[in-house]
């Protein structure tokens, strides 16, 4: 269907439904109604042990319908969404869809309002926070992206080649490489005159590859992921190449390594680990609605104008932002960049800590009881599911900024306050999770080493180390509570690096980025990686077919 006749069926629509659903006979009128329609085109290759296990360019849409009844103080609302919507040119057809979604959000509405008010009549109290941000009508257009032109023969011959790469090593198991591109168009209007029409792409290459370590059975997985809105910043074949070879040589090397014993130490996190442990101990629980939620904990709420973390400590969340210079002054596109958010209030800049003072949460049209600020363009969904306040690109940095050298000093300096013999370093991170409820965390880092502080004989691993000797070692994950780990960080670098994602909770999956430098820690837990072994591995393949056998069945003929 043509842009300009979904937007018109859009802006149709809801003025229509808005007069009939102002009809007498129920219990609250409505005041509110949007329509928010996505639709993408993707397409997704997909290869293992050199052959193609997917392939498909299959369209995708979704439409979401909320309706408020009562007033912008207290109201009842109600959504309902479809992913079947009409992909032909026809008004009526998409008219149709939206009438069907729309009757049932305004019943859910109605029964949402009558609940409210019995809630309200069994405690007896009046009503302290609006329900609903009155906001100005906005009208915006944002011309589709200029699609590149990609040559998916060629990727596919590549990705074949690549995986089958990874899967003729004898030690590794399900060498994986994908491509997914994304081309998304945005088309938000609602009651209050608003219409907005805003696209996306994205470009998103993924390989991986797992290998069993003999000992213990421990499945280790080596990993490359290269996300971005630009198609050119995906890296050349070669540089693939190259990091395929980083991948097995990594593999290799944790394969030999020991397993660390959970504990406590002091230790560094290169940018990767740093970008998402501040997403994860920080971002969610400044997310608006959770400061009012009776199912979360209560680590940031009521807080604005304290102290709550080290003063050297500066965070913001900036979906404005596009671009950024990492430390080695290369531009980089942000995947958390956005105009308008998903109840079309415009992006803004947030200040989150100054100084290591907490300023503002990330607020929707939601309200958030006790603080009396409007919202700042962060109400964000996934198209099916209710918007709140999310992160778009959380940016960390440092007041006073130290040098790698000077992190590492002030690592040594940790670990001999401490009486420990090494600290840690982390690098690289595969993602993280919170669990908001109950102030826990958890981020998983790639690799491992210790860093040794002094002159010392290992009884773990029978060896003599000297001081700044580097030991890698396997089998961690960080974990802790987020206040305790934000008071023992003591100082951060000057190596920012941008670490692009997808980050999932209540409103679904929407794009992040993470901008952090390293940073050095004076006390952190670690424990045991959970349970992914296999005590009994399948051998290879080849170590039973034969010669001949593995390579007549080469390139999964």
Known sequence: MKLKNKLKALEDHVNDERQRFECKGYDAETYFLSYLLLYNNPFNIEAINGAISDEAESPSNSLKAEVRVGDHKFDGKGSESTDVVPMTDNYMSLRNTLWEISWPAFMAAQEDYLDKCDGCMDSDQDIEVASFTRMPAVRFREEPKRKPSIDYESWKRFMKSASKRLGDHPDIINPKVSLTVDNICKLYVNSEGT??????????????????????????????????????????????????????????????????????????????????????????????????????????????????????????????????????????????????????????????????????????????????????????????????????????????????????????????????????????????????????????????????????????????????????????????????????????????????????AESGWVKVCCVAPSSVFSNMEIKEKEETSMPNPLPKPSTYLGKSASKKDAGGR
């Open 195 to 504: 219409s907005i029409v805003q696209h996306e792409a994205h470009y998103y290459l993924y390989m991986s590859a797992e290998s069993v370590v003999e000992d213990d059975g421990e499945v280790l997985c080596s990993s490359r992921r290269y996300f971005t809105c630009d198609y050119g910043e995906i890296p050349s074949k070669r540089k693939i190449g190259e990091d395929i070879s980083d991948m097995l040589a990594e593999l290799e090397e944790l394969r030999k390594a020991p397993v660390q014993k959970p504990g406590s130490f002091p230790a560094i996190f290169d940018p990767d680990v740093t970008g998402v442990l501040f997403h994860e101990i920080v971002g969610h629980r400044l997310e608006g609605e959770r400061q009012d939620s009776q199912w979360e904990g209560d680590t940031f709420e009521g807080k604005i104008g304290k102290k709550v973390a080290p003063d050297f400590i500066q965070l913001v969340d900036d979906p404005t932002k596009k671009h950024i210079k990492d430390h080695k002054g290369r531009t980089v596109r942000l995947m958390g960049h956005y105009k308008y958010d998903s109840e079309g209030v415009k992006a803004a800049k947030v200040v989150l800590f100054e100084d290591g003072v907490l300023r503002n949460y990330l607020i929707s049209r939601k309200p958030i009881g006790g603080y009396d600020a409007p919202p700042n363009g962060h109400g964000r969904c996934d198209g099916e599911e209710d918007p709140v306040g999310r992160m778009s690109n959380l940016i960390a940095s440092s007041r006073d900024p130290l040098s790698r050298r000077e992190l590492k000093d002030r690592l040594l300096e940790e670990c001999l306050k401490k009486d420990k013999d090494y600290g840690l370093i982390f690098e690289g991170s595969s993602g993280g999770y919170t669990g908001t409820e109950d102030d826990f965390f958890k981020v998983f880092p790639d690799k491992t080493y210790r860093l040794y502080a002094r002159d010392c004989y290992d009884k773990e691993l029978k060896r003599h180390f000297k001081k700044g000797d580097v030991q890698l070692v396997r089998g961690v994950e960080i974990t802790g509570t987020p206040l305790i780990m934000l008071n023992n960080l003591v100082g951060m670098g000057k190596d920012y690096i941008v670490w692009p994602g997808v980050c999932g």
